[in-house]
């Protein structure tokens, strides 16, 4: 390769940008690689030189130096990186998806065997019900089978309390390998929303309203939970809007460390907006008797 014209190697002029160079050299490389030509011995002896050519004009010094000495710049002290190693921090296996072995590059490794390679990763995103997630179970995917595009059905299996966004990895159920392990199956796991719950941490939030009687008189009344149908909750006498009352244990399990959480009951006063004139006496009666609560609160001492 000593007296080869690199510039002719990559198809490009010497006044190229060093993206034209990198463009170029992508493109011859995943043409001739090896692994798309296995059984032509022409190919693998052009995607050396195509590796060789990069090595030295894809790096502005190693360039400057063949520009200046030709064929003898090795010798006026040029070359290419250290150990071989492909100039302007380029990865290779970003051509294929990964799973590219580098000794294909820098020769060390004979072209007629076949790389030990892991089979890549498969990335699938689902969503699951808010009862799921809470609850756990199993979701059926289809994946499908690398070059051969048959579809396989996987369950994959939800740990109950899973929150959106968190990722679930399948051990070896990617694709498979070139002499090594299969790779993995990465599933994003989106979760819907609830009509009536909401989830903060652990806790299962439901808002709860109430009428301004119930509240300043206290009440028992009946609430949904996600798996144990209703319950009855008391709300003491004096309960403002916003207040929290909890169900212990009644919350989402926590799925790194099994604990469970509780629900939350947040209670919402609801002022009727139309009143008859009976309830608006009623009303009336009040404010006359209630001390402002205001009273006092924006005085400057």
């Given at each position: 390769m000593t007296n080869k014209n690199y510039y002719q190697v990559l198809g490009v002029s010497r006044d190229a940008s060093s993206d034209e160079i990198r463009q170029a050299y992508k493109r011859l490389a995943r043409e001739f690689h090896p692994d798309r030509n296995p059984d032509d011995s022409g190919a693998v002896e052009r995607f050396k030189e195509v590796q060789a050519a990069y090595q030295v004009l894809g790096d502005e010094e190693t360039r400057g130096q063949y520009d200046r000495f030709g064929s003898g710049f090795r010798q006026a002290g040029g070359g290419a990186g250290?150990?071989?190693?492909?100039p302007g921090g380029f990865d290779f296996?970003?051509?294929?998806?990964?799973?590219?072995?580098?000794?294909?590059?820098?020769?060390?490794?004979?072209?007629?065997?076949?790389?030990?390679?892991?089979?890549?990763?498969?990335?699938k995103t689902i969503q699951v019900s808010f009862q799921m997630a809470a609850t756990g179970g199993g979701y059926d995917l289809e994946i499908g089978s690398a070059g051969s595009g048959k579809k396989q059905r996987q369950t994959v299996p939800i740990p109950a309390g899973i929150r959106d966004g968190?990722?679930?990895?399948?051990k070896g159920q990617g694709a498979a390998g070139s002499g090594g392990p299969s790779g993995d199956l990465?599933?994003?796991?989106?979760?819907?929303?609830?009509?009536?719950f909401y989830r903060e941490g652990d806790d299962l939030v439901l808002d709860v309203p109430l009428t301004p009687a119930e509240c300043a008189l206290g009440a028992r009344i009946e609430v949904p939970t996600l798996v144990e149908g209703t319950l009855d909750v008391t709300v003491p006498a004096g309960t403002c809007s916003g207040a929290r009352l909890r169900l212990k244990g009644k919350g989402l399990k926590n799925d790194r460390t099994g604990q469970q959480g509780n629900q939350v009951v947040v209670v919402k006063i609801v002022v009727p907006r139309?009143?008859?004139?009976?309830?608006?006496?009623?009303?009336?009666?009040?404010a006359d008797r209630d001390a402002s609560p205001r009273k006092g609160m924006w005085q400057v001492p």
């Open positions: 250290p150990g071989g190693q492909m296996s970003s051509l294929f998806g990964g799973g590219v072995d580098l000794g294909d590059l820098f020769g060390g490794r004979d072209p007629g065997r076949p790389a030990v390679r892991r089979g890549e990763d498969i990335k968190e990722v679930l990895r399948v990465l599933v994003t796991v989106q979760v819907a929303t609830h009509p009536w139309e009143v008859d004139e009976q309830q608006q006496e009623a009303y009336q009666r009040l």
